[in-house]
């Protein structure tokens, strides 16, 4: 059967008439910019995550983005961060004329390494970016307890940690809901979460050209502001997150009870852990791969060549070797079909594939190894 890697349309399906409706006012009331939903759905979401303040930004990069600038992170200055992530974590950094300096990851959790970051840490260090990679969320406590910490929850929205919602804890949190995501909108869309109110009413400023009534300007800010459309399909679906993430977690169980742990290695289930994607690891990924796509079965690999490791980053001396951890899990890591609402008989045909896929690749590479010389 034809299985995809995602399908978000088979989440939002049965609300498609509430999300109609809910589109439709927003139509009738000709206001698209930051207007009533956008602010309901900022206190709605401050509300679910458990903090102070919410700001609704144009997407998830420009959330980054807008947080270094709004704590004064500038030229000169390095912010840590993973290179096992997608680029938009790095990208942020040196957009506002900072250094990313990547350290290596946990081979378990694929998150940051704290000993790792500890180690990097200089005099000229002005914050750690710890991503809540593939919804696993990073336990911040084990960072340096001195260095402000910045939660990219991109795709983390809903993860905890011992009951606390990931980007309740750091100096702020940012999120995404590109389609894909856990809260997910109908294009881009992204949200500033924090405790404090001056960073928060910072970011409000700097989301707007710097300016709060489009005549004074006091900083050089960009125009990132969530829309009327998307607050609205996002406050539909923040009511239900919470099912469709205990859904992902049942359906990654699933896959270990269908034997797949005999094949690869899974992710390490944790409480608060919401299975943005569903990855695991194996020597034989590249097999694993050819086997799916074969099949017509969705699958990805993410982060192949590392941030590190990246053109754009060359000049910063990093060489093939210098993160073996991260550059270990671009080789081996996968994801496979996960989403709110995959059946199990989808995940019994994405595991007897994978199975058939390796046997099969091993059985080849028996038969065509010659005999040795006696």
């Known amino acids: 059967m034809s299985i995809p890697h995602v399908d978000v349309k088979a ?3 049965p609300l498609l008439d509430q999300l109609k409706e809910r589109l439709s006012a927003v139509l009738d009331s000709g206001r698209f910019i930051l207007g009533p939903e956008v602010r309901a759905f900022e206190e709605e ?3 679910y995550l ?6 609704g930004v144009a997407n998830g990069t420009d959330a980054l983005v807008l947080v270094l600038d709004a704590l004064g992170v500038g030229p000169g200055d390095e912010v840590l961060c993973p290179a096992f992530t997608f680029f938009a974590t790095a990208e942020s950094v040196s957009r506002i004329g900072a250094t990313p300096v990547f350290c290596d990851i946990d081979p378990v959790t694929l998150n940051l390494d704290p000993e790792d970051v500890a180690a990097r840490v200089t005099p000229r260090t002005r914050a750690v970016l710890a991503v809540h990679l593939f919804g696993r969320p990073m336990p911040l406590a084990e960072l340096p307890a001195d260095i402000p910490v910045i939660e990219d929850a991109a795709q983390a929205f809903g993860a905890s940690v011992n009951g606390v919602r990931v980007g309740a804890t750091g100096a702020a949190g940012t999120f995404s809901f590109f389609p894909t995501k856990n809260l997910f909108g109908l294009g881009d869309g992204g949200l500033v979460v924090t405790g404090d109110p ?4 910072r970011v409000r400023l ?3 050209h710097g300016s709060r009534d489009k005549e004074r300007f006091e900083a050089v800010g960009m125009n990132s502001r969530l829309d009327e459309i998307q607050a609205a399909a996002l406050r539909l679906f923040l009511g239900h997150v919470d099912g469709w993430n205990e859904t992902r977690r049942r359906a990654a169980s699933r896959y270990a009870k269908l034997g797949l742990a005999e094949l690869c290695e899974l992710p390490k289930d944790e409480p608060g852990h919401v299975y943005h994607m569903y990855v695991v690891r194996s020597p034989e990924r590249d097999r694993m791969a050819a086997a799916l796509k074969a099949a017509d079965i969705g699958c990805a690999t993410y982060y192949t060549t ?7 980053y060359a000049g910063l001396g990093n060489r093939p070797g210098s993160l073996p951890e991260t550059e270990r899990a671009a080789r081996e890591t996968i994801a496979l079909p996960l989403w709110a609402g995959i059946s199990e008989a989808q995940q019994e045909e994405v595991v007897a594939t994978i ?6 690749g091993v059985a080849r590479e028996v038969a065509a190894t010659p005999p040795r010389a006696s």
């Open 11 to 13: 989440q939002y399906a």
């Open 45 to 47: 979401a401050a509300a």
């Open 50 to 55: 458990g903090v102070g303040e919410a700001v």
């Open 198 to 201: 001056g960073l928060a009413e």
């Open 206 to 208: 700097l989301r707007f």
């Open 306 to 312: 590392p941030l590190h490791l990246q053109p754009v």
């Open 355 to 360: 199975r058939t896929g390796i046997e099969t």
